[in-house]
Each structure stands twice: as C-alpha cells, then as structure tokens.
C-alpha cells in the first residue's frame, strides 16, 4: 500500500498571502488530522476530520481551516498568512475502526513565509 | 497538565549500546494507547511501537521495547543494539479512551549515535 503523501512538500508564501496543502491517505483511512511543527511550540494538533466531518479541533485561529472529501483526501487552507506560520505541516490517517489505532504520518509540507 | 513529559532534550549513546528514552504521561481514562514514533531529519514521523493500557505484556518490535509502568504511569522505550540510522528525534505519544480522540504528543527527545 501507498503511504501517506502530502503536496506540495515545499513552498514559499509571503505574509498576507494564502496557501492550501493536500493530503492523501493510505488507502481504507478514513481518518486524517493535521499538525503543525516548530522548534519553538514542538508539535501542535490542528484539527482531525472523518468521514468529511471535523472530528476534534486544536487551539488555533480561525485563518486555519481543512476539509476532507468523500475519498478521504484532505486539504488545509491558512489565510493571511504570518511569518510565525512558517513550520512542517504534518498529515497523519488512521483506519480508524478499533480502538487506539495508531496514526501514520506523511512526508510533511514545509511552508516558509516571507 | 501536560498530557506527555519528556524529560531528555538529547540524548547520547555509543554505537551497539542500548538506550533507554523517558516518557511520563497523564490521564484518568482508564482507557488509552502510548505511541512512540521516531522523526528523522527528513521531517517524516515513523511509527514504532504501540502499547494499550489493558495490555498485559510490554510491546516489542524487533530492536524496540517499551517499558510500560502502569503504576507510575511511565512508558520508556527501550532502543538495544543502537545502529548510526537510530539517531533521530524521537516522540513519546497518547490518545486516550476509543478512538475518536486526539493524539497528544511530547516535546521530543533528540538521540544521538556515537560511533
């Protein structure tokens, strides 16, 4: 099976612009959630979608959204962005069918912005 | 609270030693997975092992162990036979009651391989 992939894997944005990054789950996942990673906060949930709903929700600001379509990809949308939203933005997917079922990451996106 | 604590920044160890990574976690659900994944320097989370709070025996895969002290609610991994590839960071993870729930992580541990 095909792990977990994430498009773009780098980008360079500048403050004020927008960016929307993908993930694809493995095959049969139904669930995918998002992080955020910095040296500074380590790694941070931002949200976690399944079956097209949002399931559980990080403590960040309303210019971080996602959403996830009936094939279980996903996208994440940050609006006006700030130089602190420079970070790896992680995807992870699970099955989600037995309990404390692990997750499996993706490679990351690295968004820097200018 | 924290929900995980991980308490070595970095960590050494010679090449062939084993080595053991700290994680200390919080819960009152009976309930709950531990996790613990390794984070190269390529960014990628790797899954590496997996222990449920009812499970009876301490997890192991191949060269990872995990030292599960439901007591004192620890969860150390255990890494024997430390190969260059093993220097990473590695993080100490929970989810707690079904699934559902969110994961939560530690702040990391960084080991390095000593040759």
């Known amino acids: 099976k095909a792990g977990v992939t994430q498009t773009p894997r780098y980008l360079i944005k500048t403050r004020g612009q927008q960016v929307t990054l993908s993930c694809s789950p493995i095959?049969?996942?139904?669930?995918v959630s998002w992080y955020q990673q910095t040296p500074g906060q380590g790694l941070q949930f931002l949200f976690e979608?399944?079956?097209?709903?949002?399931?559980n929700k990080g403590n960040f600001p309303g210019r971080f959204s996602g959403r996830q379509f009936s094939n279980s990809r996903s996208e994440m949308n940050v609006s006006t962005l700030e130089l602190g939203d420079s970070a790896l933005y992680l995807c992870?997917?699970?099955?989600?069918?037995?309990?404390?079922?692990?997750?499996?990451f993706g490679p990351g996106t690295r968004l820097l912005v200018l | 609270a924290q929900k995980i604590t991980q308490t070595q920044p970095g960590m050494f160890v010679q090449e062939k030693e084993a080595v053991t990574l700290d994680c200390t976690y919080d819960?009152?659900?009976?309930?709950?997975?531990l996790f613990w994944y390794k984070q190269p320097s390529s960014g990628e989370m790797i899954f590496l092992i997996y222990?449920?709070?009812?499970?009876?025996q301490n997890a192991t895969e191949g060269r990872y162990s995990l030292n599960f002290q439901k007591a004192r609610k620890s969860a150390n991994l255990v890494i024997s036979a430390s190969q260059l590839g093993d220097s990473a960071m590695y993080f100490c993870?929970?989810?707690?009651?079904?699934?559902?729930?969110?994961?939560?992580f530690g702040t990391g541990t960084s080991l390095t391989v000593i040759p």
């Open positions: 992870a997917s699970s099955q989600d069918r037995r309990r404390q079922e692990t997750q499996y």
């Open positions: 095959s049969g996942h139904r669930s």
């Open positions: 979608y399944f079956s097209e709903t949002q399931r």
């Open positions: 819960t009152s659900d009976p309930s709950y997975g």
């Open positions: 222990q449920g709070s009812y499970d009876q």
């Open positions: 993870a929970m989810r707690e009651g079904p699934s559902g729930n969110q994961f939560y």
